[in-house]
């Protein structure tokens, strides 16, 4: 498809149709009629606006023609030959009145040109083609224009505000491009195809040309590079689309641009102040980030998921570049990395990440933890008095804060206005909770940090706790209530009487129903004989207890049932 150049306008009409008159300067005339037929006359049908450039003795150009007779009558014409005359200008190689009349020219400026015979075929004409002493009309277009002494033209028309890095030789750059000859006419365009051209510059992948004008161009820049054809196609031009001796116009924005040698880049680092650990090989993190092309074009975010990326780091889980680029973050540290593609996804590509594509990740770490991590516990408070220390089977009464290393409030029992209450090392809390809670005396506050295999692990609790997160309680031991031994929901305090069953076997029936012993259980624990394990329901334990006794399962507990179960002194259990 033509385009024309810019700033086209139909052509004027007659009245405004300026006539020259090659005689050293040029003067208005009527109209083409007037003028002597032994003089050259030209009449310049259209102008374009813009006009950088005039065809100068010594130029090369390329033309379109008809040529006709006074009369109207064609003899030859480029159009019919599908092809543009292509002649050096002011070097004989023209008829001497064609030769003067291309001087001043326009690309894409059209004029009608009169040449008398004198500075045409004079006398002598051409043989079958036109008669001796003729006067030649010419209605001619000019296609393009261009010097020996060319070099490559670069004009800038956009460039952003940083421009860290510009192309050198051997880079490798990804840019789109349209391709039109110096009248306007496309003959190419990545845009068309939607795919951009990728290639290395200055190692004769490109045409010369383009080789050069590509070089020091920032990434996000725009200019228009116009190419004389001895450093394009050439004489022979590309045997497709473009003709031989064209002059080449490439409009040029560059969207990547890298170098094989390249290694990751870190910047806009945001480290917090307080920073204990950095993340190492055999790490787990979990972060955000948004995912961009160098050119700024969005292609992935952690964020418009509502979920942090969780992945070791330094294993092959991720990039090479990416594995690379979080190693040595802090929790809470924002930081860009920039992978190149031989780092990231190479020439291929993936999904609607583009091959050879520099990948740009700003990225915010949430957490990290190491599969060999423990708890870690930081005390903040102890009383004078901290001789009494929690251990396995006590019951507890506690506040605490629940929150992500990030700072992100989780729970709170503050908030609810109520202790939270468990028998330690019963299963009753995750187990980082209940190692962490251990050795504590009442009115301790500490900190306690637990990793996710010792909290809610890969799965973390919908809707709650994310996934492999780490959690951090802020905890305060508010009462402790004294366990039991391992293994006993019930022990004396004193000695056991001897005639335990008679006791307990009120109606002396030689049976003892649920009834019966639930009632001298806890008639022993009210009197402070006896003590049940705090913190888990009485009446449950009383059954298991009653259970356990009536060994054939009717319902009820003979005197050969009955059992004390051997321990340490005043420490039995039934």
């Keep these: 498809m033509a385009i024309r150049a810019r700033g086209w306008r139909p052509p004027p009409p007659p009245l405004l149709l300026l006539l020259l008159w090659v005689t050293g300067q040029a003067a208005p005339v009527a109209g083409l009629g007037l003028g002597s037929d032994t003089e050259l006359q030209i009449e310049r049908r259209f102008v374009p606006d813009e006009c950088p450039r005039t065809v100068r003795s010594g130029d090369f150009v390329r033309y379109h023609y008809v040529g006709m007779f006074p009369d109207g009558q064609k003899f030859d014409s480029s159009y019919d030959r599908d092809s543009t005359f292509n002649v050096f200008v002011g070097k004989g190689q023209l008829i001497a009145g064609m030769d003067q009349a291309l001087v001043g020219m326009c690309v894409n400026e059209r004029r009608f040109v009169k040449i008398p015979s004198k500075l045409a075929y004079g006398s002598e004409g051409v043989s079958g083609v036109i008669p001796p002493d003729s006067v030649l009309h010419f209605d001619v277009l000019l296609m393009d224009i261009w010097n020996s002494e060319d070099q490559v033209q670069i004009h800038t028309y956009f460039k952003p505000a940083s421009c860290p890095r510009t192309i050198q030789v051997s880079d490798f750059v990804r840019y789109h491009y349209n391709g039109t000859f110096l009248d306007g006419t496309l003959f190419d365009s990545s845009h068309n195809r939607m795919k951009t051209y990728d290639t290395y510059v200055g190692i004769g992948w490109l045409i010369p040309g383009m080789d050069k004008g590509l070089l020091g161009m920032c990434v996000g820049e725009k200019r228009i ?23 080449l116009v490439f ?52 964020y418009s998921r509502n979920r942090t990326f969780d992945t070791y780091i330094g294993q092959g889980y ?12 802090c929790i809470g540290e924002k930081r860009r990395i920039v992978v190149p593609p031989h780092l990231g996804y190479g020439e291929e590509g993936r999904g609607n990440i583009p091959g050879s594509a520099v990948l740009v990740f700003d990225i915010h770490v949430i957490d990290f933890h190491n599969p060999s991590d423990s708890i870690s516990i930081t005390s903040h408070y102890k009383p004078p008095d901290c001789s009494v220390l929690s251990k396995k089977g006590d019951y507890l009464k506690y506040h605490y804060n629940a929150s992500l290393l990030d700072g992100t409030l989780l729970d709170s029992t503050w908030n609810l206005g109520k202790t939270y209450n468990i028998v330690l090392g019963s299963g009753q809390v995750v187990l980082g909770m209940d190692m962490g809670l251990r050795e504590m005396c009442v009115g301790e506050k500490r900190t306690v940090i637990i990793p996710p295999h ?29 366990g039991l031994p391992e293994g ?87």
């Design 225 to 247: 590079i116009t190419i004389p054809p001895f450093l394009a196609y050439g004489e022979d031009g590309d045997g497709k689309d473009i003709p031989g001796q064209a002059s």
């Design 251 to 302: 409009d040029v924005a560059l969207l990547d641009l890298h170098n094989p040698k390249d290694g990751i880049s870190i910047e806009n680092k945001v480290v917090p102040e307080n920073c204990e650990r950095q993340s190492q090989t055999g790490d787990f993190l979990r972060y955000h980030y948004n995912g961009t092309l160098l050119d700024g074009t969005f292609f992935d975010s952690s």
């Design 318 to 329: 991720v990039i090479a570049g990416m594995d690379e680029g979080l190693l040595g973050v």
């Design 454 to 482: 010792l909290g809610y692990g890969e799965a973390g609790v919908d809707g709650e706790v994310p996934g492999s997160a780490v959690l951090v309680f802020d905890i305060e031991l508010l009462e402790l209530v004294a």
């Design 488 to 574: 006993y929901m019930f022990i004396w305090n004193g000695e056991v009487s001897a005639n335990l069953f008679e006791e307990i076997d009120k109606d002396s029936n030689g049976e003892v129903l649920l009834e019966e012993f639930s009632e001298y259980i806890h008639a022993q624990v009210a009197s402070g004989k006896g003590k049940l394990a705090p913190g888990f329901d009485a009446e449950m334990i009383v059954k298991n207890m009653f259970t356990n006794q009536d060994r054939n399962g009717d319902g009820k507990v003979t005197a050969e049932e009955f059992k004390l179960k051997d321990q340490e002194a005043k420490h039995d259990e039934l």
